[in-house]
């Protein structure tokens, strides 16, 4: 039988015709089939990709937003200048512009009570009636790096601050004369003392002498043990600012549209206990210190603390 079918399909041109024809197209097909395959895979890989991208992992997101300074600012320390433990830090800014505030391992800290005190009329003049205008910044002050600041005052000694870097004195943070406290809650940020600008061939020379914020914690590791403000405070990990940013979105209209709970928590003012905020699983995580807490809440702008008696 199948001799005869054999014979019968070589003798049948037409049907020999269509199975060479078939023969010659199924390559291509499959060849085309994989070409597709291929394509679709590394589309799909190509969009895995994208939606790593854009959509980060929230085991790995921070427990919150990195601060302003961390953002905007490259960190940079001084240590021990002129005297033993008269630390500062200099945050730079794209433009030029550093910030001069003392540095959390500064001798001052370690004094019972913190800073009680400063006073910016040191040297010939006082730095705190300083007028600077327009774009040439007339007025400004030229200053050397060793330049006195001002005096920061405990209450049991006091401490010249100096600028630390070599320019034009645009400004002191005259708020920190009615609010001493914020150097002792939040020197690295409503507690900064003066502003900077530097030429850049002065900043080149400045730089030499600065060191960075890793270097600065290996240097100083032994320090933050020893001063028990410091063991509160933690500015290493900007502590005290990561609880104002939380607190603060917690408190935020964005967040209270939704946040059923904490407005459940809130009495007929709006207030709410310290106590349950410390008990937030965002706030546990950064610290379970209430005094911390107050202490760093103090530096709002957004939310109010209110203390009974």
Not at 93 to 98: E, K, T, V
Not at 105 to 124: E, L, M, P
Not at 132 to 156: D, F, H, P, Q, Y
Not at 280 to 294: C, H, P, S
């Amino acid at each position: 039988m199948e001799e005869i079918q054999n014979t019968d399909l070589t003798k049948n041109p037409e049907v020999e015709d269509t199975i060479e024809s078939s023969k010659q197209k199924q390559p291509e097909e499959v060849e085309h089939h994989c070409d597709e395959q291929q394509q679709k895979q590394a589309q799909e890989e190509d969009e895995d990709e994208l939606r790593k991208l854009l959509l980060s992992d929230i085991g790995e997101l921070p427990l919150s937003p990195p601060s302003a300074t961390q953002v905007n600012f490259v960190s940079y320390f001084i240590t021990d200048f002129t005297k033993p433990g008269h630390d500062h830090y200099i945050y730079r800014h794209a433009n030029g512009l550093c910030v001069v505030g003392l540095a959390p391992t500064h001798i001052a800290f370690k004094d019972q009570g913190g800073i009680t005190n400063i006073d910016f009329n040191v040297g010939k003049s006082d730095r705190s009636v300083l007028k600077v205008s327009g774009k040439r910044k007339k007025n400004a002050m030229r200053s050397e790096s060793n330049t006195a600041l001002c005096k920061v005052s405990t209450a049991i000694d006091s401490y010249i601050v100096r600028c630390c870097v070599k320019g034009s004195l645009l400004e002191v943070n005259e708020r920190l004369i009615k609010q001493p406290h914020l150097l002792n809650s939040s020197a690295d940020r409503e507690g900064y003392i003066a502003i900077i600008m530097p030429r850049p061939v002065d900043w080149t020379k400045n730089k030499e002498s600065l060191i960075t914020l890793e270097e600065y914690k290996d240097k100083k590791q032994d320090d933050f043990s020893d001063i028990p403000h410091l063991r509160r405070l933690a500015l290493v990990s900007d502590l005290s600012s990561r609880i104002v940013s939380q607190i603060e979105y917690y408190f935020s209209d964005e967040n209270l549209v939704s946040d059923d709970y904490l407005k459940s928590l809130m009495d007929n003012q709006g207030w709410v206990d310290v106590f349950f905020i410390a008990e937030f699983r965002r706030i546990k995580a950064l610290t379970d210190d209430i005094d911390l807490i107050l202490r760093s809440m103090g530096s709002s702008t957004t939310v109010e603390v209110q203390v009974n008696s």
